[in-house]
């Protein structure tokens, strides 16, 4: 799967090639944020290399970006204690302090974060290989989800800003903290991901203990003094390290409340079995997923490959929403693979700012031979790679590969493949694509292409029992993010919007009494001399 090619042979680049706009300096990140304080460590590190290589007397080799704490166990543990400190059984600053309070901090840190945009977005190219466009939207997309995130408090706070009252009884209800917040992220979202459980869990009072990814680390690197000046000390507090040293002891400390993790359901049911008390630890967990496409003989198979494309191979594929296997009715599957082999020939390689390039190099070191290994265990069992060039590797860089016919015999048909590879399954009758579905072990999301309006409504009838989100004709997502985002079987636990996130980082509290005069009295002192943060009727604007 490696033969040069004439179209792949200058992927990478000279260091002198490469240009000035958009190279970025080494990072040798020596702090960490603690207890509001940005603390100096002189411990060992963690080397970060990029995905992208640089061409040496040695041949290729992946250029340094710089390095990052790798703090011990016992340094974790006093992360932890800093966020236990900090929220202080719900009598913390942070978790005292009136939602507008809370709103005000949170536009601070927007502030701030906007200034260092343009360095985050070059880190974003360079730590994981996402293109400029993409990494662009990545940032500019988590400022507007913060942004929404603080009008939605806005909205839920105005509903809770007056009394109820029923048989005999007066009460406010409004959303509590839930307390100690351990917020575990992907690589291939490191900011926005992150920030979509980290940002309401902050906002809606709890403190963080923000644990870093593997790939994307430094992208952060710039924000941590933005988390320093705009929250009360010990509000976020960040872990650098290896995820199996350090996590454990702070799961088993039973001091996390909450587990809000984007990763392998694998991993996320490790973490919670440590939790010494299960039934308190709330868990709101994004996982695994193998999307499927189901192409039948009524679709429009131009859009049906344009959003497959866009489905199966934005950022390389690396996306828990990407469509990773595609059933394709037989009566239209040669003329389907026909044009999606030609979409897929005509996308562009390179490197991540350079104009148009649409294929970039995978920061995963690993994935590149999985990946081939994938692809042969596919050839072995009677797959072809329909693509020219479909599959060419070279270090961190793989072309896409479109792979047919796939069988369920094949890894491609079960594993994850998390990268460019589009396995294609030909099939009879629509319900063995439903069958495939009712077997799987994820459920996140389905897309189904078809123009005939009997044939959408079974699958549709079918599915919505399967999966949580059904696409029509278009590729699976997971915005606009007002749309709820979660998932069935090992896919997700919990749900995800803008305003779902804060109810799922929140219980319901209320103050009641019963319908007296001295009551009254007293609740009317309370309120109109802002006696309590939590009892109030102030309507924010």
């Known amino acids: 799967m490696s033969s040069e090619h004439p179209t792949f042979k200058d992927i990478f680049k000279s260091e002198n090639e490469i240009p000035e706009e958009y190279k970025v300096p080494i990072i040798h990140q020596r702090e960490y944020l603690l207890n509001g304080e940005l603390i100096q460590w002189d411990g060992e590190v963690t080397e970060i290399y990029s995905p992208i290589c640089i061409p040496t007397e040695n041949g290729l080799e992946r250029k340094q970006l710089g390095s990052i704490p790798n703090i011990s166990p016992e340094d974790a543990m006093n992360v932890l204690e800093a966020s236990v400190k900090a929220y202080d059984n719900g009598l913390g600053e942070w978790p005292t302090m009136s939602v507008e309070g809370r709103i005000k901090c949170m536009q601070k840190f927007v502030y701030l974060m906007i200034k260092e945009r343009d360095l985050v977005i070059k880190l974003l190219m360079w730590e994981i290989g996402k293109t400029l466009p993409d990494s662009t939207k990545e940032f500019d997309r988590t400022v507007d989800y913060i942004n929404q995130t603080i009008d939605a408090l806005k909205d839920l706070d105005r509903e809770s800003s007056r009394f109820q009252q029923a048989e005999g009884t007066i009460a406010q209800i409004r959303r509590a903290p839930l307390g100690v917040v351990l917020s575990m992220g992907p690589f291939n979202y490191p900011l926005n991901e992150i920030f979509t459980t980290l940002i309401p869990a902050l906002i809606m009072g709890n403190t963080i203990l923000f644990k870093l990814p593997k790939h994307g680390v430094l992208a952060h690197y710039p924000l941590l003094k933005a988390f320093q000046e705009a929250f009360p000390a010990g509000t976020v507090n960040t872990l650098y390290g290896k995820g199996a040293e350090i996590i454990t002891p702070i799961m088993e400390s039973g001091k996390v409340n909450v587990l809000a993790f984007i990763g392998s ?247 009641a009494a019963k319908i007296t005069d001295a009551n009254k009295e007293l609740l009317n002192s309370i309120v109109r001399d802002h006696d309590s943060n939590f009892l109030s009727t102030d309507y924010i604007f």
């Open 265 to 511: 359901s694998k991993v996320a049911n490790g973490l919670k079995k440590l939790h010494p008390k299960v039934n308190r630890l709330r868990a709101i967990l994004s996982l695994d997923a193998k999307n499927a496409a189901i192409v039948t003989k009524h679709a429009n198979l131009d859009i049906a490959v344009s959003e497959i494309i866009l489905g199966s191979l934005s950022f390389n594929g690396q996306r828990c929403t990407a469509l990773k296997l595609i059933f394709v009715q037989k009566d239209v599957a040669e003329e389907f693979t026909q044009k999606l082999t030609a979409a897929v020939s005509a996308l562009k390689p390179g490197l991540p700012w350079e104009k148009d390039v649409k294929i970039t190099p995978l920061p995963e070191v690993n994935k590149p031979p999985y990946l081939e290994e994938c692809i042969q265990d596919a050839v072995s069992k009677g797959a072809k790679v329909l693509n020219e060039n479909g599959g060419y590797s070279e270090a961190s860089f793989v072309f896409p590969a479109v792979v047919y016919p796939v069988n369920d015999q094949m890894k491609l048909y079960h594993e994850e493949q998390f990268g460019p590879v589009i396995p294609v399954v030909p099939f009879d009758d629509i319900d063995e694509p439903i069958d495939y579905q009712v077997n799987a072990n994820h459920g996140m999301q389905v897309s189904i292409f078809s123009e005939d309006a009997m044939e959408t409504s079974k699958l549709i009838d079918s599915f919505v029992n399967l999966v949580s989100r059904v696409n029509i004709n278009c590729q699976a997502q997971r915005g606009p993010d007002v749309f709820p985002f979660t998932g069935r079987k090992d896919s997700a636990e919990g749900t995800l919007s803008v305003f779902d996130a804060l109810r799922s980082f929140s219980i319901r509290s209320l103050v």
